[in-house]
């Protein structure tokens, strides 16, 4: 069996941090090895224990979550640092990704998509929550994320209804409305999402919006605040 995946968690509210352990907890695959309530006691964790995960929040007593990050990269270039935070600006999210952070879960939806936002990050990919509006890709798309094996021949490999199911993904358009347009339960429209990443090798909803603005497919202007 895999050995488990350390993470650290830095919360500064003792429930919510209870609460994440209690998530964490339900996947075999992590062990929660530290807890720390503020910047200063996080950063001498980072360097004793240099877990594999850091879960951060953005608001912390002592500093910034997001200079945290900053800071925490400086010391353990390795870290594979998940932001927890009740903002979804896309200010903060942009900035979050600048500064070295690989995903994003806003705290409202951190019960559903926390382990699935570890499992991403722990394998290298990046993650950002389905509740953020997709208007914050246009703030990313200058990042320096892992480019995705685009070619034409791929496009073509979809079927049309993986085509026309995959631009309205990359619009934002949610996959209830998307049923609703093309008259197929939202169980099909994400069996579709799901043969379309597999196909074309992406791993997240920014990955898509990037094949699909790279292929003009959809107009940049889109993401316009």
Request: proline content about 3%.
């Amino acid at each position: 069996m895999a050995e488990k995946k350390s993470i650290l968690l830095i919360d500064d509210h003792p429930l919510f941090r209870e609460g994440l352990k209690s998530i964490i907890g339900r996947d075999g695959r992590f062990n929660v090895v530290g807890e720390a309530e503020n910047g200063r006691h996080a950063l001498k964790m980072v360097r004793n224990l240099k877990p594999d995960l850091i879960v951060v929040d953005i608001s912390l007593p002592d500093v910034n979550g997001i200079q945290l990050t900053r800071e925490i990269r400086k010391i353990f270039s390795e870290a594979k640092i998940l932001i927890v935070s009740m903002h979804s600006k896309i200010d903060y999210i942009a900035e979050a990704f600048q500064v070295g952070a690989m995903g994003y879960v806003v705290k409202e939806s951190a019960t559903e998509g926390l382990l699935q936002a570890l499992r991403s990050v722990a394998k290298g990919e990046y993650y950002l929550d389905s509740s953020v509006s997709p208007q914050v890709i246009r703030n990313l798309m200058k990042l320096p994320v892992k480019e995705a094996r685009i070619t034409d021949s791929d496009y073509g490999s979809l079927t049309v209804r993986e085509q026309e199911v995959m631009r309205m993904l990359a619009e934002g358009v949610p996959s209830k409305e998307i049923a609703d347009k093309l008259f197929i339960s939202p169980k099909t429209v994400e069996n579709h999402r799901a043969n379309i990443m597999k196909k074309l090798n992406l791993h997240s909803t920014m990955d898509l919006v990037r094949y699909a603005i790279k292929l003009g497919l959809i107009d940049v202007d889109l993401w316009k605040d």
